[in-house]
């Protein structure tokens, strides 16, 4: 074996062509170190100065038989020179690492694709179990992509042959050969990789060297033997982004951290309540690290119990917070309610997946738009908010913050299985520039009632128990709007329905003005979004804008109360497109609210729309 | 509101809120309501401190009568709510008030996990058998073939004993009383609230409308000496008109049996002797049912251990200790980071 030193490859041996952007799909068995292949990869290329966004594709199954399709675990990642806002819609490279990966994963490879595959595993037993009745690899089936069958068990066995560990572990050593054919192919720096797995592995420093020595064989194997002049080597230049610092952040991780870091802005303690869900519970795993940032985490006996102990928490002086996904949001229904009615800040995750019931746990959809807005017994406002993109999560917490303790509300903020798990670069903000104003609890027992309000934002008094002189009492059962109190009177219930609508909807009057987020503000047509549609969306809009088309992208981050300039926006349209992965959800708000005759693009296959699908859609109802 | 200057005594009145009481005349919550009161202002707490928590029912009515701070919630939710209350801020007394239907039918699993994890709450259940609020359908506590509007034909369920549950659910403290017995209720109520982790007290409330006499088995005046076993750590588990009734281990089976002091030659050391940290002897004692047995109240079991709290807070201190300067910048900053030049 060639022994290869860990030093930057200078690309001079032969052409690389510089490529504005590419996308890798890796694919294997739920055991084969997809996605911690994936993530090295995106860590070494976001080292390279691209730009980039990632997919991690789960089977639902935690341990589903190996070698199944239904077992097949995936990796996308699109990094380019230009702005990446997707994951892509088709791969260029798919590393598919046994047959039913191959299987699974060749129906969305770019036609000319490039397919790596694992030779050695393309036994009969395994084509069998992927379904195959003949080989792809020789019965012609592939003649449309470009297939380089590599023998990755024989290579990994033989690359860690000297360094005594098992037949298993040695194979275990298999993505990590891969990810060194990868970086050959990319141009990649391996050292950030070996840096990893030294200390990854820093108490056995025999595993450590047994991947490393795969991972430079692989980038050998690319370099100095087989592959020269065979296939096409790359180099995909650094992105022209804004300068600054940055990191890989998870949605996950962004919303965590903005969570603690609008607590700390209000001076609360930031407590979450939480049942573990998919794909929700990250969320409570990230917080439960961060006990050091006055985080109180509780994982409650059920979905229910989560809602109630943030409430709890919120009654007493907190910021309450609980995650869940659509299922789990819905036994939360009856607390929120109550959470309305006594007007306590709260923040409520709903990090949507695919429904109705269990659905698809893993796939991502954005179907629990109306249950965020409308899903309560009774007339029971809240505020909605939903975040555009993994980085996104960090402001979008914050904002939630601002508006749960400016307001005393319940604040639902929606993100999904992708944005949760994805991950992409993010320009690491000042924790502490955010304008969260600090929370000033009801301390002057002077004509104190709990329902007395600000003027402006209709909040009422926080006076938490603790305070002398305060001691009041609040609950589900209609109060006084004069003294706090129980009541029954009609007439007042009216009054309090009326004030706790004005409440939620005076929330607009704080916004700034909605500014399109490519395009002008009249026009032919405009591109209407919300979550993490806002890549799809936003690549497509500027495709057609580079092709001539007069077509504009609105991305809405406040879902309820909308924005209050959102109509006369719309009204400069001669068509408004609602594109959601739903059966319509915000059209219908948009439509309820601004009277605007939108129309609705719409898909709910579990997949986030492709770039292609928007930009087709969009040319249709301009060319018709 | 009032405001009381540091060190004045406060009374029973000082404890009992300006809002008019909506239970129905002669119902057992008043006589409740008035030992709560009386019992606060005996232990000398603070009115700001104390936080009263309820969920639906009649007995959820009982925050508002209290001039402490207070939260009405939802159905059977009370004990989730009472755990983000303390986990948030240790130092408030909490009190739970719940029902048969509330703390056993719809938030029985809540009451489980409240009491495994040994929140420091007092949780009063007020156990009257039936449904008072929504008009007198039957319980998870009333006996097989209660007849009532949705059992007209009898109830076929069997009842769960509220102390049996507790005790099988991990609570530390379990002590039973009966409305109408002020002295011993509001030892129980001290006790209660002295006691550091969740303490489970049953109170046996009379629903005059629609499950009136109900308890009269032990609790009717010519009954009630006979009837009830009060029992009091190191003391025999004795009880009757006399005093000369008493329990002890069947010697030949795994069972209680009563006894006479005086009769077949026994003597008083034949009687069990109440040992409160005794789980066994508790078991035994809360699943006696009259008129067989009679009914054991005060405190059945009390072994204290550190209340879940104290524990999370205890974790917290850790993490800060361990890590002196949480700065979420910084840690925003950890790990793979890279610098993109202007």
């Known amino acids: 074996m060639p022994t290869i030193s860990a030093v930057e490859h200078d690309g001079s041996k032969s052409a690389r062509q510089p490529l504005e952007s590419v996308v890798v799909r890796f694919a294997g068995d739920s055991g084969d170190g997809i996605q911690l292949t994936g993530s090295q990869f995106t860590q070494t290329t976001a080292l390279a100065r691209n730009d980039l966004a990632t997919f991690p594709d789960y089977p639902a199954e935690i341990r589903a038989p190996a070698g199944t399709t239904f077992g097949v675990s995936a990796f996308q990642i699109n990094f380019g020179s230009r702005q990446i806002l997707t994951p892509g819609d088709e791969p260029d490279v798919l590393i598919a690492l046994n047959p039913a990966a191959l299987k699974v994963n060749l129906a969305t490879l770019k036609p000319a694709g490039l397919v790596i595959t694992d030779a050695?595993?393309?036994?009969?037993?395994?084509?069998?179990?992927?379904?195959?009745?003949?080989?792809?690899?020789?019965?012609?089936?592939?003649?449309?992509?470009?297939?380089?069958?590599?023998?990755?068990?024989?290579?990994?066995?033989?690359?860690?042959?000297?360094?005594?560990?098992?037949?298993?572990?040695?194979?275990?050593?298999?993505?990590?050969?891969?990810?060194?054919?990868?970086?050959?192919?990319?141009?990649?720096?391996?050292?950030?990789?070996?840096?990893?797995?030294?200390?990854?592995?820093?108490?056995?420093?025999?595993?450590?060297?047994?991947?490393?020595?795969?991972?430079?064989?692989?980038?050998?194997?690319g370099e100095t033997m087989e592959l020269e002049g065979t296939v096409d080597t790359y180099t995909v230049p650094s992105a022209d982004i804004a300068p600054g610092l940055y990191r890989n952040v998870t949605g996950a991780e962004a919303l965590a951290w903005g969570l603690v870091a609008g607590a700390k802005l209000a001076g609360l303690k930031l407590f979450c309540g939480s049942y573990p869900i998919t794909p929700a519970s990250t969320l409570l795993h990230i917080l439960s690290g961060l006990k050091h940032y006055d985080v109180v985490t509780f994982q409650a006996e059920d979905e229910i119990a989560a809602v109630c102990s943030a409430i709890g928490a919120s009654y007493a002086g907190a910021l309450g917070v609980t995650s869940s996904s659509g299922p789990g949001v819905a036994l939360k229904t009856e607390a929120l309610g109550l959470a309305v009615g006594v007007e306590l800040p709260l923040i409520v995750v709903n990090a949507q997946r695919a429904g109705p019931s269990t659905g698809l746990p893993t796939k991502t959809e954005q179907s629990d738009l109306y249950q965020a807005v409308f899903g309560r017994n009774a007339d029971t406002p809240l505020a909605v908010l939903a975040a555009r993109a993994p980085s996104d999560c960090f402001d979008v917490a914050v904002e939630a913050v601002r508006i749960a303790v400016t307001h005393m509300t319940p604040v639902i903020v929606l993100t999904d299985g992708y944005i949760a798990n994805a991950s992409e670069p993010w320009l690491i903000p000042d924790a502490d520039g955010f304008a969260v104003p600090p929370v000033e609890f009801r301390t002057d027992a002077e004509s104190f009632h709990p329902y007395l309000r600000d003027e402006k934002t209709l909040a009422r008094a926080w006076a938490v128990p603790g305070t002398p002189g305060l001691e009041h009492r609040v609950g589900g059962i209609e109060k006084d709007f004069d003294t706090g109190n129980i009541s029954y009177d009609p007439e007042n219930h009216q009054r309090m329905t009326d004030v706790r609508a004005q409440k939620i909807a005076c929330i607009a009057d704080g916004l700034p003005p909605l500014v399109p987020e490519q395009g002008n503000k009249k026009g032919r047509l405009a591109v209407v979004g919300w979550g993490s549609t806002f890549g799809s969306i936003s690549r497509a809009v500027s495709n057609l804008r580079d092709d001539g088309v007069d077509v504009t992208h609105i991305h809405l981050r406040h879902i309820w109360p909308l924005p209050s300039d959102l109509g006369d926006l719309l009204r400069g349209f001669d068509q408004v497109v609602v594109a959601e992965m739903n059966q319509g959800q915000l059209l219908t708000v948009v439509r309820s609210e601004t009277l605007v005759a939108a129309e609705g693009l719409n898909k709910v296959t579990g997949q986030p729309f492709k770039i292609s699908e928007i930009e087709a859609a969009v040319r249709t109802r301009l060319e018709s | 509101m009032n405001v009381v200057t540091p060190g004045e005594k406060l009374t029973a009145k000082d404890f009992t809120s300006d809002q008019e009481v909506r239970w129905c005349p002669g119902c057992?919550?008043?006589?409740?309501?008035?030992?709560?009161?009386?019992?606060?202002?005996?232990?000398?707490?603070?009115?700001?401190?104390?936080?009263?928590?309820?969920?639906?029912?009649?007995?959820?009515?009982?925050?508002?009568?209290?001039?402490?701070?207070?939260?009405?919630?939802?159905?059977?939710?009370?004990?989730?709510?009472?755990?983000?209350?303390?986990?948030?801020?240790?130092?408030?007394?909490?009190?739970?008030?719940?029902?048969?239907?509330?703390?056993?039918?719809?938030?029985?699993?809540?009451?489980?996990?409240?009491?495994?994890?040994?929140?420091?709450?007092?949780?009063?259940?007020?156990?009257?058998?039936?449904?008072?609020?929504?008009?007198?359908?039957?319980?998870?506590?009333?006996?097989?073939?209660?007849?009532?509007?949705?059992?007209?034909?009898?109830?076929?369920?069997?009842?769960?004993?509220?102390?049996?549950?507790?005790?099988?659910?991990?609570?530390?403290?379990?002590?039973?009383?009966?409305?109408?017995?002020?002295?011993?209720?509001?030892?129980?109520?001290?006790?209660?609230?002295?006691?550091?982790?969740?303490?489970?007290?049953?109170?046996?409330?009379?629903?005059?409308?629609?499950?009136?006499?109900?308890?009269?088995?032990?609790?009717?005046?010519?009954?009630?000496?006979?009837?009830?076993?009060?029992?009091?750590?190191?003391?025999?588990?004795?009880?009757?008109?006399?005093?000369?009734?008493?329990?002890?281990?069947?010697?030949?089976?795994?069972?209680?049996?009563?006894v006479t002091v005086g009769e077949n030659g026994i003597v008083e050391a034949d009687v069990l002797v109440h040992d409160e940290k005794n789980h066994l002897l508790a078991s035994m004692l809360a699943a006696l049912q009259p008129p067989a047995f009679p009914m054991a109240l005060g405190v059945i079991y009390c072994d204290p251990a550190p209340g879940y709290e104290t524990n999370v807070t205890a974790q917290i201190e850790e993490a800060k200790a361990n890590s002196p300067a949480a700065d979420l910048n910084a840690l925003m900053r950890q790990g793979h980071t890279w610098t993109v030049k202007g």
């Open chain 1, 120 to 221: 050695t595993v393309f036994t009969d037993r395994n084509l069998r179990k992927a379904g195959y009745t003949a080989n792809p690899l020789e019965d012609g089936s592939l003649s449309k992509f470009r297939v380089i069958p590599v023998d990755i068990a024989r290579l990994t066995l033989e690359a860690v042959k000297d360094l005594g560990l098992t037949q298993k572990e040695a194979l275990r050593c298999k993505n990590l050969l891969t990810l060194g054919l990868i970086y050959w192919l990319y141009d990649r720096d391996r050292q950030p990789t070996i840096d990893w797995l030294e200390k990854k592995f820093a108490k056995r420093p025999e595993i450590a060297k047994a991947n490393i020595a795969a991972l430079n064989a692989g980038h050998a194997y």
């Open chain 2, 28 to 258: 057992g919550d008043y006589a409740i309501v008035s030992a709560v009161q009386g019992t606060l202002a005996e232990l000398g707490v603070s009115r700001e401190k104390t936080v009263f928590v309820s969920g639906i029912g009649c007995a959820a009515r009982f925050p508002y009568y209290m001039a402490t701070y207070g939260f009405h919630t939802i159905h059977g939710r009370a004990p989730a709510i009472a755990t983000g209350i303390k986990l948030t801020n240790p130092e408030l007394d909490v009190w739970v008030v719940s029902g048969d239907g509330d703390a056993l039918s719809i938030g029985g699993n809540h009451l489980f996990h409240l009491l495994r994890r040994n929140v420091d709450v007092q949780f009063l259940l007020f156990n009257n058998e039936i449904y008072g609020l929504t008009k007198g359908q039957y319980s998870p506590t009333s006996r097989v073939g209660t007849r009532s509007p949705s059992t007209p034909m009898g109830s076929l369920d069997n009842p769960v004993v509220a102390a049996s549950f507790a005790l099988g659910s991990g609570a530390r403290f379990v002590a039973r009383s009966v409305d109408t017995l002020r002295k011993p209720l509001s030892q129980v109520l001290k006790r209660a609230y002295e006691h550091r982790g969740a303490s489970f007290v049953e109170i046996f409330q009379n629903c005059i409308v629609y499950n009136d006499a109900v308890f009269s088995s032990f609790t009717a005046k010519d009954l009630a000496a006979d009837n009830q076993l009060h029992v009091e750590d190191g003391k025999p588990l004795l009880f009757g008109r006399e005093s000369n009734r008493g329990l002890r281990m069947k010697p030949d089976a795994f069972e209680l049996e009563i």
